[in-house]
């Protein structure tokens, strides 16, 4: 645990445990109470997406060590290594901008479906107490 990249790792880890412990306690255990629930969710997806990019932040940050530890000597002559390692990189970036970019747009969410209506935490017999055939 001497670099970046290892203390980015742990980092990553311990959140990715945290938001899975914390999401499965508030969302599958039937304890958890409906406000609860609607309170955590955007915490819960921010944090995702944040973890998210602390994982792709990890790995670049491991691609470079590596790189620095193998062929620092030779990198500015584009070694085939080196070259390999760059397109990883930005291939790395390019795929967390468009994960990015479609977690944050409304028309890629998926409908819901009827049968999970009566299930959802958002739905109104959670929160107001009506039938869902109720208008």
């Not at 959140?15 to 819960?44: E, N």
């Not at 977690?103 to 819901?112: Q, S």
Request: aromatic residues 14%.
């Amino acid at each position: 645990m001497y670099s970046l990249h290892s203390w980015c790792g742990m980092l990553t880890f311990v959140v990715f445990c945290i938001q899975w412990l914390m999401g499965l306690t508030i969302f599958l255990f039937p304890g958890a109470s409906p406000a609860l629930r609607s309170w955590y969710l955007s915490l819960h997806v921010f944090f995702g997406l944040a973890l998210f990019i602390l994982a792709i932040a990890t790995c670049l940050l491991g691609i470079k060590e590596k790189l620095l530890f193998s062929i620092m000597a030779t990198y500015s002559k584009f070694v085939p290594e080196g070259v390999l390692a760059n397109v990883l990189g930005l291939l790395l970036l390019v795929f967390g901008g468009l994960v990015g970019y479609i977690l944050t747009r409304d028309e890629f969410k998926r409908p819901p479906h009827p049968e999970e209506e009566a299930l959802s935490m958002h739905f109104k017999t959670l929160t107001e107490g009506e039938s869902p055939n109720s208008p």
